[in-house]
Nanobody, 128 residues
Framework: QVQLGESGGGLVQAGASLRLSCAAS????????MGWFRQAPGNEREFVAGISWSGGNTAYADSVKGRFTISRDNAKNTVYLQMNSLKPEDTAIYYC?????????????????????WGQGTQVTVSS
C-alpha cells in the first residue's frame, strides 16, 4: 500500500516556475514507477510525466517536453515535477501516481490504468 501527498501548487504568472513534490508512504516506494497526471476543468485526465522506479527512464507529454522535468529521490520517498516556463494552458489539478510495483527497472507507463495509487491532487493556476 502506498499513500501519496502532493504539495507545491499555487498561482503564478505565465513564464514562472513551480516545483511540485509528492511524498509517499510505504517501504516499497523505490520499486514503484511514479508519474504525474493533470486535469483541467471540462477536460479528461491527461498524462504529464512518468519515471521508472530506478529513475533511469522518463517519459513526457509532448505539451511539456523541454519545460517540465520529473525526478525522484528514493531515499526520501519523494518524486518531484519541476515546471518551468509555465503557460496558462498548464492550469489544472496535478495528481501524483504510483504503479503497483511489479514493473522492470526501466518501466514507465503513460496510461492512467497502469497506476494503482493516486494522490488527492494539487492546484496549479497560471495567469496570463
Amino acid at each position: 500500500q502506498v499513500q501519496l501527498g502532493e504539495s507545491g501548487g499555487g498561482l503564478v504568472q505565465a513564464g514562472a516556475s513551480l516545483r511540485l513534490s509528492c511524498a509517499a508512504s510505504g517501504r516499497t516506494f523505490s520499486r514503484h514507477a511514479m508519474g504525474w497526471f493533470r486535469q483541467a476543468p471540462g477536460n479528461e485526465r491527461e498524462f504529464v510525466a512518468g519515471i521508472s522506479w530506478s529513475g533511469g527512464n522518463t517519459a513526457y507529454a509532448d505539451s511539456v517536453k523541454g519545460r517540465f522535468t520529473i525526478s525522484r529521490d528514493n531515499a526520501k520517498n519523494t518524486v518531484y515535477l519541476q515546471m518551468n516556463s509555465l503557460k496558462p494552458e498548464d492550469t489544472a489539478i496535478y495528481y501524483c501516481v504510483a504503479d503497483a510495483g511489479y514493473g522492470g527497472s526501466m518501466y514507465v507507463s503513460l496510461v492512467p490504468s497502469a497506476y494503482r495509487y493516486w494522490g488527492q491532487g494539487t492546484q496549479v493556476t497560471v495567469s496570463s
